[in-house]
């Protein structure tokens, strides 16, 4: 596989106002959120019962830890906060140290998010809608491409297996569907409002950098002129690195899941059955889990640049940079932001005895693989970016591409 520059057509340099496009709509949004939480965290105030109940019994995560008023006046002390900060800044931006109380408004945000139950959720949510997507874009997609046809065969004779083994009944099927229906609607609310409160973290913390770039007298689209190991060809290297130990991340948990399926299943809840039902949600968070791992090999190879002919309405466009980068980027601080409970919980159950709960350490690297994941999407932005259509500063993007 050798790589190969993609040529852009020259780009002026912008003025000052076009420079700052970017930091303001990152600003709009903070504040927009900041407004949310506020009004959120005043209601609950008002009515403590309203508030979700992030300190339930059996929740993993430093949230849990707090009486339910704490995290209330919590909330409304960043949303406050959050609303002075884009005020600040959107009149005034040279204001000394503002980019660093922004970073510290980030981490504060992140910590209140920091819990298993954002990640659980997530992988829930792909376990569901996955493996339907890509079947229904792999159909949609073999009309047009006969590697799709072979590929969708396979899938078919996966399924025609699991009805004849009767893996895939219709009751086994109904089953699954209402008891997940049912526990979402239990406990959808605190993970994902938890799941709201990571998205201000990542907000503020999008702010904190595009403004200390704008304070250095840096293009703050872009960050232009950095360091040699932004440059293309540097982060083509080390992001390989970053991508396969990312790669590697999820690969536990799949083949645990993937025990299910076998007589000798691992990782059963204390006294569950391992029904058809059971069986098939494993299967379909294991699917996920590899399929996670699958994407991620596409930071570092060309169907991660130009869209497959597989892929209904878009084979063979080429695959904006923001795609990847916002997916990859947003799992990896929900990776991040469950990793002080992954740990809480692995050392809950090595004092306890109980190995399982302590296994989690070694299932769910959360640590390692979302700072991987979030390597690898960023040397995945760095190579790919091309010249700053702000700026007009940095080389021809660099391709994978044979």
């Known amino acids: 596989m050798t790589v190969a520059h993609d040529h852009h057509p020259p780009v002026r340099r912008a003025g000052p106002f076009r420079s700052s496009a970017l930091l303001d709509r990152i600003l709009l949004a903070a504040a927009a959120w900041s407004a949310l939480h506020l009004a959120f965290a005043l209601r609950w105030l008002l009515d403590p019962g309203s508030r979700p109940r992030f300190d339930d019994d059996g929740r993993f995560g430093l949230v849990a830890l707090l009486p339910g008023a704490v995290t209330t006046w919590t909330v409304l002390g960043l949303a406050a906060t959050g609303l002075v900060l884009a005020i600040a800044a959107r009149r005034r931006r040279g204001i000394p140290g503002l980019p660093l109380v922004m970073a510290v408004e980030a981490v504060l945000l992140g910590a209140v998010s920091a819990d298993l139950g954002v990640l659980s959720l997530l992988g829930y949510l792909c376990a569901i809608v996955g493996p339907a997507a890509f079947v229904a874009v792999l159909?949609?997609?073999?009309?047009?491409d006969r590697r799709a046809r072979l590929a969708l065969l396979g899938v078919g004779a996966v399924l025609v297996a699991g009805v004849v083994s009767g893996l895939?009944?219709?009751?086994?099927?109904?089953?699954?569907?209402?008891?997940?229906?049912?526990?979402?609607?239990?406990?959808?609310?605190?993970?994902?409002?938890?799941?709201?409160?990571?998205?201000?973290?990542?907000?503020?913390?999008?702010?904190?950098?595009?403004?200390?770039?704008?304070?250095?007298?840096?293009?703050?689209?872009?960050?232009?002129?950095?360091?040699?190991?932004?440059?293309?060809?540097?982060?083509?290297?080390?992001?390989?690195?970053?991508?396969?130990?990312?790669?590697?991340?999820?690969?536990?948990?799949?083949?645990?899941?993937?025990?299910?399926?076998?007589?000798?299943?691992?990782?059963?809840p204390g006294g569950a059955e391992l029904g058809t039902a059971t069986r098939l949600f494993g299967l379909g968070l294991g699917l996920a889990a590899l399929g996670g791992a699958v994407l991620t090999v596409g930071l570092i190879r060309p169907w991660g640049e130009v869209w497959p002919g597989w892929v209904p309405g878009l084979r063979g466009r080429p695959v904006p940079v923001r795609v990847p980068v916002v997916a990859g980027g947003l799992v990896a601080a929900v990776l991040l932001a469950a990793s002080p409970g992954v740990v809480l919980a692995g050392f809950e159950g090595l004092t306890a005895g109980d190995g399982m709960q302590a296994a989690l350490l070694l299932i769910f690297p959360t640590l390692p693989w979302g700072l991987a994941l979030a390597a690898a999407v960023t040397a995945y932005a760095y190579r790919r970016r091309g010249a700053c259509s702000t700026c007009g500063q940095g080389e021809p993007a660099l391709s994978v591409r044979p």
Not at 139 to 144: A, D, K, N, T
Not at 211 to 227: I, K, Q, T
């Open 139 to 144: 159909v949609v997609g073999s009309l047009r």
């Open 168 to 268: 895939l009944r219709w009751e086994a099927l109904s089953r699954l569907g209402s008891e997940l229906a049912g526990g979402f609607a239990a406990n959808a609310l605190v993970p994902a409002h938890l799941g709201l409160v990571l998205s201000g973290a990542v907000l503020w913390g999008a702010a904190a950098v595009l403004l200390r770039r704008s304070v250095a007298g840096r293009c703050a689209a872009c960050g232009r002129p950095a360091a040699r190991w932004t440059e293309p060809a540097n982060a083509l290297r080390w992001g390989r690195i970053a991508t396969w130990t990312a790669v590697a991340g999820p690969l536990p948990y799949a083949f645990l899941r993937a025990t299910w399926l076998t007589p000798w299943p691992l990782g059963l």
